[in-house]
C-alpha cells in the first residue's frame, strides 16, 4: 500500500523557519512530480511548490524566495524548506505525489501554524 508520511510541522514565530519532508512508501512506480499543497479552513487547498523528476520547480507567487522546494530521487522524499515564515503562511500542508499507471496520492497533512 502507498503511504505518504509527512514530518516537520509545528509552531514557530513569524520570521521564523521550518523544514516539512514527506516520504513515499509501498510503490514500485516511478514518480512524476510531487508538490506541497495548504490549506486554511473555509479556503480551496492551493499549491504552494512543486517539482518534477528532472528537479523543475515551480512556486506559488506569495512563497517566491521565501521557499524551496526539493526532492531525493533515491528515497522517494521531497523536502520543503520554509524561511521567513509569515502568519499568513498558517495552514495544514499537504504532500501530493503523481505516479506513473497509480492514482496521485496524498499525505495526511502538516500543520504550520506562524505567530505574530
Known amino acids: 500500500q502507498v503511504q505518504l508520511v509527512e514530518s516537520g510541522g509545528g509552531l514557530v514565530q513569524a520570521g521564523g523557519s521550518l523544514r516539512l519532508s514527506c516520504a513515499v512508501s509501498?510503490?514500485?512506480?516511478?514518480?512524476?512530480?510531487m508538490g506541497w499543497h495548504r490549506q486554511v479552513p473555509g479556503k480551496q487547498r492551493e499549491l504552494v511548490a512543486g517539482i518534477t523528476s528532472g528537479g523543475t520547480t515551480n512556486y506559488a507567487d506569495s512563497v517566491k524566495g521565501r521557499f524551496t522546494i526539493s526532492r531525493d530521487n533515491a528515497k522517494n522524499t521531497v523536502y520543503l524548506q520554509m524561511n521567513g515564515l509569515k502568519p499568513e503562511d498558517t495552514a495544514v500542508y499537504y504532500c501530493?505525489?503523481?505516479?506513473?499507471?497509480?492514482?496521485?496520492?496524498w499525505g495526511q497533512g502538516a500543520q504550520v501554524t506562524v505567530s505574530s
Open positions: 501530493k505525489a503523481v505516479f506513473v499507471l497509480i492514482p496521485t496520492k
Open positions: 509501498g510503490s514500485a512506480f516511478s514518480i512524476t512530480y
